[in-house]
């Protein structure tokens, strides 16, 4: 185990490796808009096992995944309504989950086996630039 002491702020390099132990399946405890959070690479159903073991959760509760931009959402769903669209437009970033009809890039660990995603973009600049800093470094977009 290993502590980061961010409560002074953070560097970039301190980002590279918070995104380091993202990718090689380690989690972490970081805050969130409303509470610290567990997170780990969606993609990676073995860090996602870890979750649900840290935490006992029972695996048939789904997790959330954490977004960092419109384009980030419409990679884990399948499909986005006008209506839906104006409520991520509206009140994205924020402390709320929207559920949407996830794609097959999901691995079913995260959704419990369900055909729904909920999706999150936190409002909390560190989350935001883990995010977007692994976003960058699995894809262009």
Excluded at 47 to 70: C, E, G, M, T
Aim: with cysteine; hydrophobic share 40%; aromatic share 6%.
């Amino acid at each position: 185990m290993e502590y980061i002491n961010l409560k002074n702020g953070y560097t970039k390099n301190d980002i590279i490796k918070i995104v380091e132990i993202i990718k090689s399946g380690g989690i972490l405890i970081v805050p969130t808009d409303t509470v610290y959070g567990i997170i780990a690479d969606s993609m990676n159903e073995k860090a996602i096992k870890k979750i649900y073991d840290l935490k006992q959760r029972d695996i048939s509760k789904p997790v959330n995944i954490l977004v960092s931009n419109f384009d980030m959402i419409k990679n884990v769903t399948s499909k986005i309504s006008e209506e839906e669209e104006k409520i991520i437009k509206r009140f994205f970033p924020g402390p709320i989950t929207i559920i949407l009809d996830r794609n097959e890039k999901i691995p079913s660990i995260v959704t419990a086996g369900l055909k729904t995603i909920g999706v999150r973009m936190p409002e909390n600049k560190l989350l935001m630039d883990i995010i977007e800093f692994l976003r960058k470094t699995y894809c262009c977009n």
